[in-house]
């Protein structure tokens, strides 16, 4: 049981470089989003898509692109990459309908 | 805009006795609540859900409530093992299955 997989686990860019965060689920999920995670706040919600070719943006977009051209793939991109984005990204897919949400085990950014 | 408070950044417990977190929030209610765990360098787990219109949810040791008059839900953790030390996060529904977190409550179950 695969469930939610990020690649990379750790990363470290540097200010100005752009990358792709993947995240790939298994479960045939319609929902995918992404959320960072910094020291002292609740995670964040980035952007978040409720089936392929559906994107939107949450709280805290600037910065990061997504596409979702298929169920099981929804990778995040930076754009050009700054220390403020130096954070812990999760993740997560579920079904609609409050179901439960599954997280991935997280992808450790660092922008020097 | 939303805002989430958990009772305290870091609760110590004895072994055995009944651990209790707090959620509260502001603004408008939401479809459902969820608690989460976390451990040290991993992603969240889901716990509970709990929606508008239920009082109390019951899974094995776990126990939450919510009032939508308080705008507030309780979480308990009965007969607490050394193994429940995590953090705890509490997240409301915004729509869409996205959820708005808050920054959670560090568990330690002393032996």
């Known amino acids: 049981n695969a469930g939610v997989t990020q690649t990379p686990k750790f990363q470290v860019l540097k200010t100005g470089q752009s990358m792709t965060l993947q995240c790939a689920q298994d479960?045939?999920?319609?929902?995918m989003s992404w959320y960072r995670q910094d020291p002292g706040m609740g995670l964040r919600l980035i952007h978040y898509?409720?089936?392929?070719?559906?994107?939107d943006q949450g709280e805290v977009p600037n910065g990061y692109n997504v596409s979702r051209s298929t169920t099981e793939d929804f990778p995040l991109r930076l754009l050009s990459a700054a220390p403020s984005q130096t954070s812990v990204y999760f993740c997560?897919?579920?079904?609609?309908?409050?179901?439960?949400?599954?997280f991935g085990e997280g992808s450790w950014l660092t922008v020097v | 805009s939303q805002k989430i408070e958990q009772n305290s950044e870091a609760l110590n417990i004895q072994e055995g006795k009944t651990a209790t977190l707090t959620c509260n929030y502001t603004?408008?209610?939401?479809?459902?609540l969820q608690w989460y765990r976390q451990d040290p360098g991993r992603g969240p787990v889901f716990l509970l859900l709990?929606?508008?219109?239920?009082k109390e949810k019951r899974k094995e040791r776990l126990k939450v409530t919510f009032d939508t008059t308080l705008k507030q839900s309780l979480f308990h953790i009965t007969a607490s093992q050394p193994a429940d030390s995590a953090t705890y996060l509490c997240?409301?529904?915004?729509?869409?299955?996205?959820?708005?977190f808050g920054t959670g409550t560090r568990l330690t179950v002393i032996p």
């Open positions: 997560a897919s579920s079904q609609p309908g409050g179901n439960t949400i599954y």
């Open positions: 709990i929606r508008e219109n239920e």
């Open positions: 479960m045939n999920h319609e929902y």
């Open positions: 997240a409301l529904e915004t729509g869409a299955n996205n959820l708005f």
């Open positions: 603004n408008y209610s939401p479809a459902y």
């Open positions: 898509s409720v089936g392929a070719g559906i994107t």
